[in-house]
């Protein structure tokens, strides 16, 4: 009888992790129409978090010339692969101007994040496309947004407008100190 009881307890954990991971690849599918940016900072350092943003500035100035000619997520896609080695330099001389010895590195892979909203639009914890930049170690806190469709900057290659309901509540809050 013990075993059967055990037994059984096995066969009910098995089952449980096998729609736990069927559950996650269905959660992997359902964000297909997004193309997210992540850059981490090297550590959580004041200077690794200041130049964080920096290079953050850098690279959506350079890309937003790019972007503003995509009109699908595929086309944004195509765009960010053919540019990779350019955001890498792009961050690496960010990096170096400002006196840091590592290196950045660019890469376009799918990531998992959490729930964020972007004023009247939430995206739901999941799996999404990105273009992540790694600073150095990359194990410091991180910046994100969505490159496609442009929710976090958008411009004519001459200037961009850079929309982030974090950065505005943190903006705020320093105004009011």
């Known amino acids: 009888m013990k075993n059967i009881c055990i037994s059984l307890i096995v066969c009910i954990i098995i089952s449980l992790t096998a729609v736990a991971v069927c559950l996650d690849r269905r959660e992997q599918k359902t964000n297909t129409e997004y193309l997210r940016i992540h850059i981490r900072a090297d550590s959580n350092l004041e200077e690794a978090q200041a130049v964080k943003y920096l290079v953050k500035d850098e690279v959506v100035k350079f890309l937003t010339p790019y972007l503003a000619e995509c009109n ?53 914890a999941g799996y999404y496309d990105a273009l992540i930049i790694e600073l150095g170690s990359g194990r410091g806190d991180n910046w994100w947004c969505v490159v496609y469709p442009p929710l976090c900057f958008v411009g004519n290659g001459e200037s961009y407008i850079y929309k982030s309901k974090i950065y505005d509540i943190i903006n705020d809050f320093f105004k009011k100190a």
């Open 72 to 124: 699908t997520k595929e086309k944004a896609e195509q765009t960010i692969k053919s540019l990779l080695d350019k955001i890498t330099a792009v961050a690496d001389r960010t990096l170096a101007k400002n006196g840091f010895n590592y290196t950045a590195n660019a890469k376009l892979c799918e990531e998992k994040f959490p729930t964020r909203v972007y004023n009247e639009l939430t995206l739901s």
